[in-house]
């Protein structure tokens, strides 16, 4: 049984460029949430995708957007990239849009120069 | 303003001895709580949860306890063994208000030694 997996693992961009993070929940999930940790910190709650939805959204800028598709994997994107944006990337994985506990995968680490 | 608060950074001690970790919380709206346990350059890994009608869940070697008046709660690992050297994150999340995002602490970084 597949856990949750994600694409790349590791990614350097410049600023002002716009990079796409994918993510495949574990088999039998249908919710996606993104989480952002900077180091030193606990992650971060960027948003949750619940039947191709945003259904909700943490406090991050719309330069942060999603996509979840049919067979419930998922996308982040960030524009206009900043170097603050420099972390790892998180995806968790639940059943039923989170009324249990959300499984993560071993993230993107994303590099912003 | 943090929301979900783990005071210690780092805790050590010896194997075969009791792990405490601690967490505190502010929001009242929170009603499920997890730990979650975090190797490096892995993502974290569920360990236990429990919900605000219950004081107390055990699952193994790990068990949760809850006081609600005090907005706390702690990790009990028993006994502590090398293994469970890693960082635990104590999370929350607001399922009766309908928030299912998790809030995380910073993290308590534990070390066993042998």
């Known amino acids: 049984d597949a856990g949750v997996t994600q694409s790349p693992t590791h990614l350097i961009k410049t600023r002002g460029q716009q990079v796409t993070l994918r993510c495949s929940p574990k088999?039998?999930?249908?919710?996606v949430s993104w989480y952002q940790q900077a180091l030193g910190q606990g992650p971060q709650f960027i948003f949750q995708?619940?039947?191709?939805?945003?259904?909700q959204r943490g406090n991050f800028p719309d330069r942060f957007s999603g996509h979840q598709f049919p067979n419930y994997s998922s996308e982040l994107n960030v524009n206009a990239l900043l170097l603050g944006d420099s972390a790892l990337y998180l995806c968790?994985?639940?059943?039923?849009?989170?009324?249990?506990?959300?499984?993560f995968g071993p993230g993107t680490r994303l590099t912003v120069l | 303003d943090q929301q979900v608060k783990q005071n210690s950074p780092s805790l050590s001690v010896q194997e075969g001895r009791i792990s405490i970790l601690n967490c505190d919380y502010t929001?009242?709206?929170?009603?499920?709580f997890l730990w979650y346990k975090k190797y490096p350059a892995e993502g974290p890994t569920f360990l236990i949860s429990i919900s605000s009608i219950k004081d107390k869940n055990e699952d193994g070697r790990f068990t949760v306890f809850l006081n609600k008046s005090a907005k706390h709660l702690s990790l009990h690992i028993v006994p502590s063994q090398p293994g469970d050297s890693a960082v635990y994150f104590c999370a929350a999340s607001g399922l009766a208000a309908g928030s299912y995002q998790l809030t995380f602490g910073k993290g308590t970084k534990l070390s066993v030694i042998p």
């Open positions: 929001n009242s709206m929170f009603d499920y």
């Open positions: 995708y619940y039947e191709e939805e945003e259904r």
């Open positions: 088999s039998g999930h249908d919710t």
């Open positions: 968790a994985s639940s059943w039923r849009g989170g009324y249990n506990e959300q499984f």
